[in-house]
């Protein structure tokens, strides 16, 4: 299958997919690295109907998902990176407010990326070189300074250690800037500052599944997506930082950070 075609096969399983969070009813969660990471049937039941409709296409895909610790080699031909839903914690809570995100990598570089966000009924896409799109509209990064954004940022909930260095850089980036916002879904708060909605996003520790489609709309979109040490994101399981957002507050954001120990 061509990239096309892929990201029409990744948005259409998201789409089917996405009925199953809007009709949930008495969500249970289960623990699994801690009390804060939590994981709930519906996790479970969109990762599998996706796995299936990507297995189906594409019988040589191989995974690397969040839920079932199916982490297959990310340098195979084709693998599909899948967060089957991003924000759990607001979907247990009824916050109304998360996504359903998978990538396609073609020969571990990430080609297509469809993330859906059903209670809003937005589908951020993009492909290698082709833009990025919110429903098919183009969307492009901010070019605004940091202290005429608003910054997206996420507290790392399953790594405490970090805590004390991004709650400090979230205070140096709230009196920089015109506010912040914790949303509480990294994927969502890529495709923000991808949209132009946040001049910025950052988050110290994240997961392959949560950034990776997310870090290929925030590119197409024209922005940049790195560590906070400004270098290239890895696409492996080490769980780096991730600051994403137009050029110029991206800057801004990483001087920031330098300045905290
Ligand atoms: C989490 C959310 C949250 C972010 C965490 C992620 P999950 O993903 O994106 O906003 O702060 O770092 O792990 O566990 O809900 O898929």
């Not at 809007?22 to 969109?46: F, I, P, W």
């Not at 608003?150 to 800037?177: H, I, N, W």
């Not at 001087?255 to 120990?261: F, M, N, T």
């Amino acid at each position: 299958m061509n990239d096309h075609e892929i990201l029409a096969l990744l948005c259409s399983a998201e789409r089917e997919a996405a009925a199953l969070m809007l009709h949930a009813s008495g969500v249970l969660s289960e623990c699994k690295s801690g009390h804060r990471d939590v994981v709930t049937e519906y996790d479970r039941r969109v990762q599998a109907l996706l796995m299936e409709r990507f297995s189906a296409a594409v019988p040589e895909a191989r995974f690397f998902c969040e839920e079932n610790d199916r982490h297959d080699d990310l340098h195979a031909p084709e693998v599909f990176v899948i967060d089957p839903i991003d924000g759990t914690m607001n979907f247990v809570r009824g916050f109304g407010h998360s996504c359903i995100s998978a990538a396609y990598l073609r020969g571990g570089v990430p080609t297509a990326a469809a993330l859906y966000n059903p209670y809003l009924d937005e589908m951020f896409t993009a492909l290698s070189g082709g833009g990025a799109f919110l429903n098919g509209r183009p969307i492009r990064v901010s070019d605004a300074p940091l202290s005429e954004s608003v910054v997206a940022c996420g507290t790392s909930p399953y790594s405490m250690e970090l805590a004390d260095r991004g709650f400090a850089l979230m205070k140096a980036a709230y009196l920089a800037s015109l506010d912040i916002r914790r949303e509480g879904s990294a994927a969502l708060d890529l495709c923000s500052a991808a949209a132009g909605r946040a001049g910025v996003y950052f988050e110290l520790g994240l997961s392959l599944w949560d950034y990776a489609a997310g870090m290929l709309i925030v590119q197409e979109a024209g922005g940049v997506c790195c560590t906070i040490e400004g270098k290239a994101m890895p696409l492996d399981p080490s769980r780096p930082s991730v600051v994403a957002g137009g050029e110029r507050a991206v800057r801004e954001l990483l001087a920031l950070a330098r300045e905290i120990p």
